[in-house]
Antibody, heavy 120, light 112 residues
Framework: EVQLVQSGAEVKKPGATVKISCKVS????????MHWVQQAPGKGLEWMGL????????IYAEKFQGRVTITADTSTDTAYMELSSLRSEDTAVYYC?????????????WGQGTLVTVSS | QSALTQPASVSGSPGQSITISCTGT?????????VSWYQQHPGKAPKLMIY???NRPSGVSNRFSGSKSGNTASLTISGLQAEDEADYYC????????????FGTGTKVTVL
């Protein structure tokens, strides 16, 4: 059974950095890209970027370029998303999600989400 | 790159059918058969309901079906049930230089 388990909720001050983890099981970590998606309170989903765990290559959405770093640790089958220079607008639930396990280019398995609250 | 356009809300009575539209451009919905649909209940992670325009993952009810015409994709829920009440999002791969995937604005489905 494919599972993505994310780290717990975080509260950060403006200007700080947050790093969220996503530990996977039930499939070969290096076979599929890991993506991250942001969902602000009461808002829709927004794609942030991806990492290829096989070689560490990343692609980021322009909106988050320069502030987001997505990495993968193949020794622990864990992906990470780090967001820096936090501001109030970054308060959101962040999801990791795989693409392609079920075929095609859809987000087929999701983590449970991690709430990040940015507040002074 | 803007989000794909969905109606804010759609409602129907139990047993009825409803359709949610998802309008994009030739750079995303119209250009690729990589449209997918997600169901999200409050406080929960999204769940894949349809992939590659019209394919259902194992375990998803056949009451859910997808289609596409030009730059608009659609999700139809037939035989509407109370548990179908949720938010629904479409998504598409995109050739945009600024991002690889784009989501829809989301549709709240209400079962009357």
């Amino acid at each position: 059974e494919v599972q993505l388990v994310q780290s717990g909720a975080e509260v950060k001050k403006p200007g700080a950095t947050v790093k969220i983890s996503c530990k996977v099981s039930g499939y070969t970590f290096t076979d599929y890209y890991m993506h991250w998606v942001q969902q602000a309170p009461g808002k829709g989903l927004e794609w942030m970027g991806l990492v290829d765990p096989e070689d560490g290559e990343t692609i980021y959405a322009e909106k988050f370029q320069g502030r987001v770093t997505i990495t993968a640790d193949t020794s622990t089958d864990t992906a990470y998303m780090e967001l820096s220079s936090l501001r109030s607008e970054d308060t959101a639930v962040y999801y990791c999600a795989t693409v392609g396990i079920l075929g095609g280019r859809s987000f087929d398995y999701w983590g449970q989400g991690t709430l990040v609250t940015v507040s002074s | 790159q803007s989000a794909l356009t969905q109606p804010a809300s759609v409602s129907g009575s139990p047993g009825q059918s409803i359709t949610i539209s998802c309008t994009g451009t030739s750079s995303d919905v119209g250009g690729y058969n990589y449209v997918s649909w997600y169901q999200q209940h409050p406080g929960k992670a999204p769940k894949l309901m349809i992939y590659e325009v019209s394919n259902r993952p194992s375990g998803v009810s056949n009451r859910f079906s997808g289609s596409k015409s030009g730059n608009t994709a659609s999700l139809t829920i037939s035989g509407l049930q109370a548990e179908d009440e949720a938010d629904y999002y479409c998504s598409s791969y995109t050739s945009s230089s600024t991002l690889h995937y784009v989501f829809g604005t989301g549709t709240k489905v209400t079962v009357l």
